[in-house]
């Protein structure tokens, strides 16, 4: 789905809704997970210190790590249905 607000492309999943989107930028592209804080990142690809939204940046073709957005992205529709069942996941994590 497009964001002409957002200037960017949305991707939703049957079960999982809106997890993520494409967002282009003057100096490359953010790839945004809806609930990235939720998620596991290994490789430490994820950026942002908001509430849930965490991003991949790619700034050149040689920052894009296929195998790991890819798990990421799996990762994303992986996480339980609605929005509310993830906000209380964020909640509880909180110390």
Not at 8 to 13: L, V
Not at 16 to 42: A, E, H, M, R
Request: proline fraction near 6%; charged fraction near 25%; include cysteine.
């Amino acid at each position: 789905m497009a964001y002409p607000v957002w200037h960017g492309i949305g991707f939703h999943h049957p079960e999982s809704g809106y997890f993520c989107g494409i967002f282009p930028q003057k100096d490359g592209v953010k790839l945004g997970f809806k609930f990235g804080v939720l998620l596991t990142d290994p490789q430490s690809v994820l950026e942002g210190a908001g509430k849930q939204v965490r991003y991949v940046i790619v700034k050149d073709g040689k920052d894009i790590r296929a195998d790991v957005i890819k798990k990421l992205i799996l990762a994303a529709i992986s996480l339980p249905q609605g929005r509310e069942v993830k906000v209380g996941l964020i909640r509880d994590s909180k110390p």
